[in-house]
């Protein structure tokens, strides 16, 4: 395939996905050094966005298409269009407690925060040495709850609450 076929496709692949700048696609799989008229080479670092979610920067041609590799460095690379898949924004990970970390606590919006020790969550309790709790957000940070009724402004951070 020549470099002109594959940016034909490549268009085409855009145009029919609407990835665009600024969208998120998953790396599905490696692709081997020229692949499909890919006018590139897989390197031993691109193997650690294999699987992951990357964000489309904007630029493309016979190099593919440029993504950002995240964590990962370099800061982009440049992927074929055909190892793509169409992604949504990967949702944000929730915070992590660990065990005998300082929280605040409650059951219902309508109670006082409790300062505890978290101890591990199991479905939508978090058990604590003190109690099991409904809500529970670090303590650190949050200081300035203790003892009051008022709501977090970044709930979003520790989980979904309905």
């Known amino acids: 395939m ?3 076929e594959y ?19 998953k790396v599905t799989r490696k692709a081997e050094r020229h692949e499909s008229g890919w006018n590139n080479v897989w390197t031993p670092g691109m193997d650690a966005v294999v699987g992951t ?7 493309w041609d016979t190099n593919g298409i440029e993504v950002a590799s ?9 992927l074929p269009f055909f190892i793509l898949d169409p992604a949504e924004a990967p ?18 919006d309508t109670k006082r925060w ?5 101890s591990y969550k199991e479905d939508i309790r978090f058990y604590c040495i003190g109690n099991a709790w409904m809500q529970c957000i670090p303590y650190t940070g949050h200081e300035h709850l203790l003892g009051t009724t008022n709501e977090p402004e970044d709930w979003a951070k520790y989980y979904d609450k309905e």
């Not at 407690?97 to 059951?107: C, G």
């Open 7 to 25: 940016v034909h496709l490549q268009k085409m692949w855009l145009e029919a996905t609407g990835v665009k700048k600024g969208d998120w696609v």
């Open 91 to 108: 949702k944000q990970e929730k915070y992590q407690f660990t065990p005998f970390e300082r929280v605040l606590a409650r059951d219902y």
């Open 114 to 118: 409790i300062a505890d020790l978290f």
């Open 70 to 78: 995240g964590k990962f460095s370099p800061p982009s690379y440049r």
């Open 53 to 59: 979610f990357v964000q489309v920067l904007g630029s």
């Open 2 to 4: 020549t470099n002109e």
